[in-house]
Structures are given as C-alpha cells and as structure tokens.
C-alpha cells in the first residue's frame, strides 16, 4: 500500500493518538499524520497541507466534524479526498446527517482496529 | 451548577445543531418507554462494551462500593433534547491511570491533562453507547462535550432526579461508579 498522508480531527488528544494506532493496525503506511484539536484547525492545515485521508469527530467544541466537513465542501479544500466521520453519534440521522455533508465513511466509537479497516481500506483503494 | 452547565451545553447544541433541529424531537416522545430508557441492563451493556474495545478489558458490575481514593476524577457528560440529564463516570486516581494506561499504550505517573482527557473520553462514549440502546433517544439526544473534574473529598449532588442509574464496577482489582442521572423525559 502506498503512503498515506493523514488528518486526524478530534478536540481529544488521546483519540487522536488511538485512531493513529487503529490505522496503523489496520496495515495503512501512514507517511505523516496531522492532528487538529477542532475544525477550525483543521481547515487551516487543510489550506496548507495535502493530505490522503481525513477522519473528523463530530462533537467538538467551536467548530463540530459536520461544519468542518461542510466547510472542506464548500471551499473545495481537498478534492476527492475521503472523509470518515468518527463519532459516538449512532443514529441512523447522523449517518444521514454526516454522509449529506460530504462524508464517505462513519465509524461508531468505541471501534476495534478492524473496524476500521473495514471502513477506511476501501475508500482508500477507490480513491 | 455544574450538572446544570453541561446539560445545558448539551441542549444548547442539540437545538442549534442540528440533527433535524427540534421539529422531529417534539414529534417523538419518550414518556411511554421510560422502562426501556431506565433499564439497567443497558448502562451494564454499554460499560462492558466501552471497556472492552478500548481497553480490551472484561468489566462487570460489582455489588461493593467503589474503592476509595484520596484523589478522584469524574467526568460529566450532558444529555439534552428528549433527555435531559448527564452521564457521570467517577473513579480514583489510580484507576483513572490504569484506565488512560490501557487506552493510550502510554505509562502515568501521576493524573496529567493526557489522564484527565482519556477519562473525559471513556465518558463521552459511555453516554454515547448508552443512548445508542434506545433508538428514539440515540437519534433525538444530544451529547455535550465532557467536562472533567479532579480533586479530594467531594460530593455530586442532584435534586430530584426523574430516575438515576448508579453502578460500580471492577475490572481486576480497579474499581469505578457511572451513574445516568435523568431530570426530564419529553
């Protein structure tokens, strides 16, 4: 597998750090990966990095994953790149709700490494 | 005040946000299922799910107390929409590093920002995974952000709870309590 640049999103360090572990255990070469602690941090290291792959919480303070996710739309920050909402949000809404702004992928937390891969190596391929 | 906050942070953003905004939440009611809310086989379920794929821990309810610590922390996550209410999880100091420990592959020596957000976690998904139980509540209650507090010798108090789940559990020798307080069911 090719090297991925990644973006981790999430107002908590330590899932940041956890969904890093998943992706590595799911088998992804992860050449980089970014941390942002809101969306609003996000974007601006979305205007200033590229990056393969973008996994967003949704319930962060300030910015949440789904304006984030609909600003990256909007403003065509990162063209053809996948998004995988990772959340505690479990709805059958939020799914709806993540995948009409812009979202590939959605992952329930808490998440097993294999769940993960199932959610993201496909996208991942396809991109 | 602090239950009150978080709940209210957790209202603010279920109305401002928007999963559908409020028109659906008035649509539903969960007045007639208040036993399949308050059912504490999914507050045991959604503990032992949440200790084990994140820390690949087995977790059950212990009929005990929790062990008592000098130092505690607790985390609070608000419900607001259907529910209003807060999910708290409470333990000692040692546990909470064991539990941040497990979750992170990292060692503690002492209850650092790191601990502190990791237990603010276990929080949020404990609260996640147990409204997710009740579909009406996992799509029309929102979660606040969690809010985590330190300290020694102090008490949470709530008034008059509509019904409060509270349960200790133990994993190895490290025990903990996650209590649901609910103050109002629509």
Known sequence: MTEIRALIVDDSSVMRKIVERALRQAGLDLKVVHEAGSGTEGLDLLKAKQVDLILSDINMPSMDGLEFLRQIRAHNLAPGVPVVMITTESSEEHVKQAILAGAQGYIRKPFTAEQVKERVLPLLDAA | ?186
């Open chain 2, 1 to 186: 005040m602090l239950l009150n906050g978080v709940r209210n942070a957790a209202i603010a953003r279920k109305q401002g946000g928007g999963i559908n905004g409020m028109e659906q939440t008035m649509a539903v009611s969960l007045r007639e299922s208040v036993q399949l809310v308050s059912d504490p086989r999914n507050l045991d379920a959604s503990v032992e799910e949440v200790f084990q794929l994140m820390l690949g821990v087995t977790c059950g309810r212990d009929s005990g107390p929790m062990r008592k610590e000098q130092e505690s922390v607790t985390a609070v996550v608000g419900f607001g929409g259907l529910l209003s209410g807060a999910c708290v999880f409470r333990s000692g100091s040692s546990t909470a590093i064991r539990i941040a420990a497990l979750m992170t592959g990292m060692e503690f020596d002492e209850m650092d920002d790191t601990v502190k957000d990791a237990i603010g976690e276990i929080g949020n998904m404990l609260a996640g995974a147990w409204k997710g139980k009740v579909p009406d509540l996992a799509a029309n209650c929102g979660l606040s952000v969690p809010a985590v507090i330190t300290g020694r010798d102090y008490n949470l108090h709530v008034q008059a709870p509509e019904f409060q789940l509270h349960h200790t559990y133990r994993f190895g020798d490290s025990s903990f309590e996650v209590t649901i307080v609910c103050d109002g069911l629509q």
